[in-house]
């Protein structure tokens, strides 16, 4: 079965302390995954993905397929950090459609 | 990047009645947009996947009669509450895929969101 899981509905951590938001998946083919954040009273936006392998406001995410795993880390957690983050997984069916898996995502405070 | 707007971004109508909310594609042609809903503690249903000119395909347990879906253009998808009930108060967003920058990365691009309010 194709999923994605966010083990984690809230996650508190103080400012300048590293944060790890954990998100496995199951899915047969290649895997192509994202991180969604929305911030509060703002619309859902990409994070980053990782084909692009980037680091965006200073979040990383690198895809272990060993483990299935596409964690977002963060070294030192700023408050404007706060969001909800959700970990994504892009399906394609046989006919080449591709519709997003999502996780149920994960609550982040970041405290000062 | 690509914008995707949403409207009305509040409603507030009466049980029984019917509610369109409109999602536009403003910069780029949509060719496929997905209407999804965030339910209380954030987790976000996928209901249907909308593809332009053809019907929309519905998520297992999303009712089609109810909530009724048109892609009439690259740039616009509708979505049609009808007969509203209560329980169908939720926050509706839509999201669109199409061919912004000429390739398709796999990323969406979300509306603002519509705050469905049936009393």
């Known amino acids: 079965a194709q999923r994605v899981t966010q083990p984690e509905k809230l996650l508190s951590v103080f400012k300048g302390a590293p944060v790890e938001l954990k998100c496995n998946y199951s899915?047969?083919?290649?895997?192509?995954l994202f991180w969604y954040v929305q911030y509060s009273r703002q619309r859902l936006q990409l994070l980053l993905r990782h084909i692009s392998r980037e680091s965006i406001k200073g979040f990383t995410a690198d895809l272990n397929k060993g483990e299935t795993s596409f964690h977002l880390k963060k070294p030192f957690a700023q408050e404007e950090d706060s969001a909800m983050y959700y970990c994504a997984l892009n399906r394609v069916n046989a006919g080449n459609n591709r519709k997003l898996i999502w996780g149920l995502g994960t609550s982040l405070a970041v405290n000062p | 990047g690509a914008v995707v707007s949403q409207h009305p971004s509040r409603v507030i109508c009466k049980s029984g009645t019917s509610v369109k909310i409109e999602c536009r594609s403003l910069?780029?042609?949509?060719?496929?947009m997905f209407w999804y809903r965030q339910f209380p503690k954030k987790s976000l249903m996928l209901m249907a996947t909308?593809?332009?000119?053809?019907?929309?395909?519905?998520e297992q347990g999303v009712e089609k009669d109810k909530f009724l879906i048109n892609h009439a253009s690259l740039t616009l998808s509708t979505l049609t509450v009808t007969s509203a009930h209560p329980e169908d108060s939720s926050f509706y967003i839509c999201?669109?895929?199409?061919?912004?920058?000429?390739?398709?990365?796999?990323?969406?691009?979300f509306g603002e969101g519509s705050r469905l309010t049936v009393l």
């Open positions: 909308s593809n332009e000119g053809s019907k929309a395909t519905y």
């Open positions: 910069d780029f042609q949509a060719t496929t």
């Open positions: 899915y047969s083919g290649s895997p192509e």
């Open positions: 999201s669109a895929r199409g061919l912004a920058g000429g390739s398709n990365t796999g990323e969406l691009f």
